[in-house]
């Protein structure tokens, strides 16, 4: 049993290893140039990440701009203003929003989204950052919202019944006590929301147009962007075992690793302080 | 009274999010669902050389059963591991963390991971046995947090109670606490099916082919599944979406039924726990 359970270690620490072992010829061979270059080109055998780092923090940023005040303000209306009865039914078809597949929503973003984009924008394809974000955004709102309503429903009557018995409303209660004491789980829902839009690959790779390039100027949400995630689907397929080419995806993976683990552990912290405050 | 009404108002305004959020659900699920009419039933049951699903359903149901037999027993025990057995310290806070990092693990590393450890390492190729793997790794954080969940809320009394009769905390956990938490245990299962159900970045390179020829007759031979396919069908052959639609309606049908299943026995199981009446 005591095996079963630390699994989850073995696995994480032999997916570092292993990742990084197969990542290894990229990393010395360009050094920090892996993380800096402006280039990405197959052809050229030059493999530098900087387009691929900004291409997934562009188009998770831009989710996350609609995501976050999407997903915190439903967590509230949820949790302290709709009527108990409705509460499981609006959050179980929020969760089931999270549990289409991803590539289901790539197929909707091409097929919808993808064309409505170029539309409105006069574009000639639809495929860009912005459509990748939206579509990150709708991904990325059921993770906010169960997480921040999780600590919002964990903040104790005490508290708001005190600030209603002295006279506030419910909205400054709301505004003044609730919020302020979920501060630290809605932080953690907005990282964790961070963790899976980034690692977001199927539906991003989809509608992202796939361009090795920072686009000009570089918050121009309607060109195409490349992120991690994308490259390594796509490339996987054709990458030789033991080409620098196969080693640089797996530099790719290493990069996208740690920035998840560092994420979800601060996400993990930060819930736990939002705990012990709370004298949990 | 004016206050109060300017309350209303914001509140109303604070409604709008959820509003949105409910309503893209059932843009897509319509927009899927309006596809319906192009589905005909005998194709599930028609090869994929005619034209048909039948090998990609039966394939992804290889690997959901694969996956769940793998991460099933190895989530159910870890969770009574660190819910009766461990005791509470540094050891447990850090496969605390482990879970939820490899739960927020992106499914494309556990893919790239799936490739490198056991399609390469361990000698699987690209097969359904590397899939299954691959899937469980994904599973595991679900089964095991759900677990747990179910198992803290088996009342302390009924172990008590089995304890004090002269069982020994093996005999405990099994005829006592496991029946009690087994409606939760599956639920979790559930939720762990539907999450990998779709699952497209991880099988992309450790179990999946486009066409095979028939169903694959052993663990070691690659397989066909509805994402996989959807995937390459519109990225890699630049199908049009239309032509597609047929597959893309079969797996949300599929996810959603497990994901609608779970999450109703879990809010059911929640508010009418037998012994809480």
Redesign the interface.
């Known amino acids: ?2 095996l ?6 073995i ?2 620490f ?2 570092l290893l ?2 990084a ?2 990542g290894m010829q990229a990393l010395l061979t360009f050094g920090m140039d892996f993380v800096t270059g402006h280039v990405w080109d197959t052809n050229l055998n030059l493999y530098g990440a900087l387009p691929l780092i900004y291409g997934s923090l562009m188009v998770v940023a831009g989710a996350l701009m609609v995501a976050v ?3 915190v ?2 967590a ?3 949790e302290e ?2 009527p108990f009865s409705l509460r ?1 039914l ?1 959050k ?6 999270a ?10 973003g ?3 989204l993808a064309p409505r984009v170029a539309s409105i924008f006069g574009l000639s394809s639809g495929t860009v950052a912005l459509t990748a974000s939206l579509v990150l955004a ?1 991904m990325t ?1 059921p993770t906010i ?1 169960s997480i921040s309503g999780e600590t919002i429903a964990a903040v104790p009557k005490e508290y708001k019944e005190a600030a209603l018995a002295l006279g506030a ?3 400054q209660t709301v505004k003044d006590v609730v919020i302020p004491t979920a501060k630290s789980g809605i932080l953690a829902s907005v990282m ?1 929301g961070f ?2 839009a ?5 539906a991003v ?2 509608v992202a147009g796939n361009v090795a390039m920072i686009p000009t100027p570089p918050w121009n949400f309607l060109s195409p962007v490349y992120t991690l ?1 994308a490259v ?3 490339q ?2 054709e990458a030789a ?1 033991g080409t620098l080419e196969y080693s640089a ?2 530099g790719l ?1 290493l990069i ?2 740690i920035i ?2 560092i ?3 601060l ?2 912290i930060l819930v736990k302080r939002g705990v012990k405050r709370l004298g949990g | 009274m004016a ?2 009404i300017s ?1 209303k108002v ?2 109303a305004i ?5 509003i ?3 309503a ?2 059932l843009w ?1 699920t319509s ?2 669902l309006s596809g319906i009419g192009t589905l005909r039933l005998d194709l599930l049951t028609t090869s994929v050389l005619k034209g048909g699903f039948f090998e990609m359903i039966v394939g992804t149901a290889y690997l959901l059963l694969g996956a769940t037999g793998v991460a099933g027993p ?2 159910v ?2 969770a ?3 819910t009766e ?2 005791r509470h310290g540094r050891l447990t806070r ?2 605390d ?6 739960a ?7 893919g ?2 799936g ?3 056991f399609c ?2 361990l000698g699987l190729g690209i097969s359904l046995a590397a899939g299954w793997l691959t899937l469980a ?1 994904m599973m ?2 679900i089964v ?1 947090r759900g677990t747990e969940e179910a198992i803290k809320m088996v009342p302390n009394t009924f172990k008590e109670a089995a304890l004090a009769l002269g069982a020994s905390k093996w005999e405990t956990t099994k005829s006592i606490t496991l029946p009690s938490a087994a409606p939760g245990i599956i639920t979790s299962v559930l ?1 762990g099916i ?2 990998v ?5 991880a099988i ?2 450790t179990a999946c082919v486009l066409v095979t020829r028939g169903l694959p007759k052993s663990p070691f031979e690659p397989v066909m599944a509805l ?1 996989f396919n ?2 390459v069908k ?2 890699a052959l630049g199908e049009p ?2 032509k ?1 639609f047929g597959i ?1 309606l079969i ?2 049908l599929l ?2 039924s ?3 299943v779970g ?2 026995l879990r ?1 059911y199981y929640r508010r009418k726990q037998p012994w809480l009446r």
């Open positions: 049993m005591l079963c359970a630390l699994l989850s270690i696995f994480l032999l997916m292993f990742i072992r197969e005040p999407l997903g303000a439903t509230i209306f949820v203003v709709l499981d609006i179980s078809l929020i969760e089931l929003l549990s289409i597949p991803s590539v289901i929503y790539g197929f909707i091409v097929l919808f709708v709102v919202v409303t419910k909205w964790l963790g899976r980034i690692g977001e690959t199927v790779l989809m995630t390594i689907a796509m996987m397929g075992i995806l797996f993976g996208l690793f998840t683990l994420v979800n552990s996400a993990d | 206050g109060k309350e914001f509140f604070l409604g709008v999010p959820t949105i959020c409910l893209v659900f897509i927009i899927l190895i989530g025990f870890a009574i591991y660190l057995y461990a850090i496969i963390q482990a879970i939820n990092n490899l927020g693990m992106p499914s494309i590393i556990i790239l991971f490739y490198t450890f390469r390492q790794l595991l954080p095991i939720l539907a999450r159900a779709g699952e497209t970045a992309l390179f994402a959807l995937f519109i990225v979406p239309e597609v893309a797996l949300f996810v959603i497990f994901a609608a999450i109703a809010i």
